[in-house]
């Protein structure tokens, strides 16, 4: 039974990565929290589908469809689409009409369906038609900069961008990348001291929280399918 990932890091600044995945006899994998928005392609007994995907703030079971082959396109933190909050995503997300093999409907206009290797094209023409935006404050405090505007404003645009709060945002990331380096050997202890947890404990419910797995089967590569890189092609 394998569900096998590729995903690659994007240089377009409105994009974070694009995936592909196809599965072979999975019917469930473990769905990890993250706090990107995207769209995802897929087939499955010949028939075609598109979805937008919203941010998710906890682990769950996903159902897989059996032999379905998917794209994806995970968008940088901060920019949303003018047609559909981001606030509206969270925890869900909405699936596209009238799709077909070759092209999908997005905010009342027909786009052509992209491949992996064409996803940025894709997203250029959405920004260009202004489908897709961006608030420049949010990337600028990712950047760890402080704008010269309150703290509750930073934090009303952060939510309004993101559908979540910064602490959230925080959170969530610093528990994804403490699965991908437990995956990839180090130990809890280190994992605690490289990303400032205050103990083992905090960082085991952190992990059940958000990865839906404890650091022992991160290490082992345990507990089957799930749907997070960890610097493997190949996840069984």
């Given at each position: 039974?394998?569900?096998?990932f590729?995903?690659?890091?994007?240089?377009s600044p409105?994009?974070?990565?694009?995936?592909?995945c196809?599965s072979e006899?999975?019917?469930?994998?473990?769905?990890?929290?993250?706090?990107?928005?995207g769209?995802?392609?897929?087939?499955?007994?010949?028939?075609?589908?598109a979805?937008?995907t919203?941010?998710?703030t906890?682990?769950?079971?996903?159902p897989?469809?059996?032999?379905a082959?998917?794209?994806?396109?995970e968008?940088?933190?901060?920019?949303?689409l003018?047609?559909?909050p981001?606030?509206?995503?969270?925890?869900?997300?909405?699936e596209l009409p009238?799709?077909?093999?070759?092209?999908?409907r997005?905010?009342?206009?027909?786009?052509?369906?992209?491949?992996?290797?064409?996803?940025?094209?894709?997203?250029g023409r959405?920004?260009?038609?202004g489908?897709?935006?961006?608030?420049?404050?949010?990337?600028?405090?990712?950047r760890?900069?402080e704008?010269?505007?309150?703290g509750?404003?930073i934090e009303r645009?952060?939510r309004?961008?993101t559908?979540?709060?910064?602490g959230?945002?925080?959170?969530i990331?610093?528990?994804?990348?403490?699965?991908?380096?437990?995956?990839?050997?180090?130990?809890a202890?280190d994992?605690v001291?490289?990303?400032d947890?205050?103990d083992?404990?905090?960082?085991?419910r952190?992990l059940?929280?958000y990865v839906?797995r404890?650091?022992g089967?991160l290490?082992?590569?345990?507990?089957?399918?799930?749907?997070?890189?960890?610097?493997?092609r190949l996840?069984?």
């Amino acid at each position: 039974m394998e569900l096998r990932f590729g995903i690659r890091r994007s240089d377009s600044p409105w994009v974070d990565s694009v995936w592909t995945c196809t599965s072979e006899q999975v019917t469930t994998m473990t769905s990890v929290a993250g706090v990107r928005w995207g769209l995802v392609f897929w087939e499955q007994d010949g028939r075609p589908y598109a979805a937008v995907t919203g941010p998710e703030t906890r682990t769950s079971t996903a159902p897989v469809p059996e032999g379905a082959a998917f794209t994806g396109i995970e968008f940088a933190v901060g920019t949303s689409l003018r047609a559909l909050p981001t606030s509206q995503l969270v925890d869900g997300g909405a699936e596209l009409p009238d799709t077909t093999r070759w092209t999908f409907r997005l905010d009342g206009a027909r786009w052509e369906t992209p491949g992996a290797d064409d996803a940025e094209a894709l997203v250029g023409r959405l920004v260009e038609a202004g489908i897709v935006i961006r608030d420049p404050l949010v990337a600028e405090v990712l950047r760890g900069h402080e704008p010269d505007v309150s703290g509750r404003t930073i934090e009303r645009r952060f939510r309004a961008a993101t559908g979540l709060t910064r602490g959230a945002v925080r959170q969530i990331e610093r528990a994804r990348t403490a699965a991908e380096l437990l995956a990839a050997g180090d130990t809890a202890a280190d994992v605690v001291a490289k990303l400032d947890y205050f103990d083992e404990p905090h960082l085991a419910r952190a992990l059940r929280t958000y990865v839906g797995r404890t650091a022992g089967q991160l290490r082992e590569g345990a507990g089957g399918a799930i749907a997070l890189d960890l610097g493997q092609r190949l996840t069984s």
